[in-house]
């Protein structure tokens, strides 16, 4: 093998090498930059502590009732969007808080709101089957949220504890 040829294959190698990095940084980067977007938290409180972030959180939606009512059990769900005015801004962000109190503990994460609107057929799926019940909810498109504006979209408590809040701004 000629110097030449050596020379080429130190410089393919090298090139492949750094290729490899910029993608390896690439990718990191990008769940880092998701990771950030989501911003999840889980933190261990106790009851007290938790009802106070539920109703700090319900406080900035001053006499503003939840979109999706259920009552106790789950069951016997509807949409409420009667009394909402149009919204016409854009929304930037759909949060989630949640509280097991058997666990003690408290999740909260955050989605870009960019990130709802590339839903299939713009329609609006929060879990696997938490909307099913839900008279109404099967026709809720991310265009009515955005219609509906910042607000309660969910605000759920399970007589076991178990406490939901989901909300827009």
């Known amino acids: 093998m000629d110097k030449r040829t050596k020379g080429r294959l130190w410089i393919g190698l ?17 769940g880092f930059w998701a990771y ?8 261990f409180v106790n009851q007290t502590k938790a009802d106070q972030q539920f109703d700090d959180i319900r406080a ?38 949640a509280y097991d109190p058997r666990a003690g503990k408290l999740v909260r994460f955050t989605v870009p ?8 057929d713009g329609t609006l799926s929060i879990g696997e089957g938490a909307l099913d019940g839900v008279r109404g909810a099967e026709k809720l498109t991310v265009k009515d949220l955005e ?7 969910i605000d759920e408590s399970k007589p076991n504890g178990d406490r939901v809040l989901v909300w827009t701004e």
Do not use: C, Y
């Open 113 to 120: 709101f960019w990130l709802v609107r590339l839903g299939k």
């Open 36 to 43: 950030q977007s989501f911003a999840p938290s889980a933190t």
């Open 60 to 97: 900035r939606f001053k006499n503003q009732p939840p979109l999706i009512d259920a009552d106790q059990d789950g069951h016997g769900a509807k949409l409420r969007a009667e009394g909402r005015p149009a919204f016409t801004g854009q929304l930037q962000s759909l949060h989630v808080a």
């Open 147 to 153: 219609a509906f504006g910042p607000g309660l979209l």
């Open 14 to 30: 090298g090139i492949a090498i750094a290729f490899g990095m910029v993608v390896v940084a690439v990718i990191a980067g990008a």
